[in-house]
T-cell receptor
Framework: DAGVIQSPRHEVTEMGQEVTLRCKPISGHNSLFWYRQTMMRGLELLIY????????DSGMPEDRFSAKMPNASFSTLKIQPSEPRDSAVYFCASSLGHSNTEAFFGQGTRLTVV | GENVEQHPSTLSVQEGDSAVIKCTYS??????FPWYKQELGKRPQLIID?????GEKKDQRIAVTLNKTAKHFSLHITETQPEDSAVYFC???????????FGSGTRLQVQP
C-alpha cells in the first residue's frame, strides 16, 4: 500500500483565492483526519470523518474552511477565500475504526498564501 | 475535550545520553497514548504506543511509561544517537473518539 496520499505537496496562492487540498486514505481505513501544523499552534485537529461521515468539525477555524468525503477513498479540504494566516502544513491521516489503533499520516501539503 | 501538555519544548543531549519527554493528559478515560517522531520536512510517524491496561512498554532503545493515576506518560530514549534528533509528539485518545489530541512537541537535538 502506498500509504496516505496527499496532493498537492506544495501550494502557493494569492490571498482571496480558493484552495483545495486532496487526500486518499489507506484502503480499508474508515477514519480520516485533517490536521493543521504551525509553529505557534502545533498539530491541530480540524475535522475527522468516520465511514465518510463528519463526526467532529469543531476544529475548523471558520466558515472559510470546509471538508468533504464523498467516498471511502477520497477527501477534500477547501479554503475559500484563503488568507495569509492560513499558511501552514496540512496533514491528512487515516486509521482503522478502533479507538486504539495507529493513525498514519500523509506527506502533508505545505500551503503558502501571499 | 482532551488536553495534552508536553515538556520540555526543547531538549539537547550528548550522544549516548538518555532523553526523557513527559506528557500529561486531562481525560481520565483516555486509553491510547502514541508517540510520533517528525523529522524536518517530513510526516509524523509512530515510534511507540501504549494502551491504558499496560504500565510500561519497551522497544529496543525506546520505552514508554504510563501512570494512569497521575494521568501522565513519558518517553525514554536511551543511548541517544544523532539520528534521534527530531521533534517528538505525544498524543492521547479517548474511548469513542477516533481523533488524537497532540501535545505541543519536543525538539530533541542529539549532539555528536
Amino acid at each position: 500500500d502506498a500509504g496516505v496520499i496527499q496532493s498537492p505537496r506544495h501550494e502557493v496562492t494569492e490571498m482571496g483565492q480558493e484552495v483545495t487540498l486532496r487526500c486518499k486514505p489507506i484502503s480499508g481505513h474508515n477514519s480520516l483526519f485533517w490536521y493543521r501544523q504551525t509553529m505557534m499552534r502545533g498539530l491541530e485537529l480540524l475535522i475527522y470523518f468516520n465511514n465518510n461521515v463528519p463526526i467532529d468539525d469543531s476544529g475548523m477555524p471558520e466558515d472559510r474552511f470546509s471538508a468533504k468525503m464523498p467516498n471511502a477513498s477520497f477527501s477534500t479540504l477547501k479554503i475559500q477565500p484563503s488568507e495569509p494566516r492560513d499558511s501552514a502544513v496540512y496533514f491528512c491521516a487515516s486509521s482503522l475504526g478502533h479507538s486504539n489503533t495507529e493513525a498514519f499520516f500523509g506527506q502533508g501539503t505545505r500551503l503558502t498564501v501571499v | 475535550g482532551e488536553n495534552v501538555e508536553q515538556h520540555p519544548s526543547t531538549l539537547s543531549v550528548q550522544e549516548g545520553d538518555s532523553a526523557v519527554i513527559k506528557c500529561t493528559y486531562s481525560d481520565s478515560a483516555s486509553n491510547y497514548f502514541p508517540w510520533y517522531k517528525q523529522e524536518l520536512g517530513k510526516r509524523p510517524q509512530l515510534i511507540i504506543d501504549i494502551r491504558s491496561n499496560v504500565g510500561e512498554k519497551k522497544d529496543q532503545r525506546i520505552a514508554v511509561t504510563l501512570n494512569k493515576t497521575a494521568k501522565h506518560f513519558s518517553l525514554h530514549i536511551t543511548e541517544t544517537q544523532p539520528e534521534d534528533s527530531a521533534v517528538y509528539f505525544c498524543a492521547a485518545r479517548s474511548p469513542g473518539r477516533r481523533a488524537l489530541t497532540f501535545g505541543s512537541g519536543t525538539r530533541l537535538q542529539v549532539q555528536p
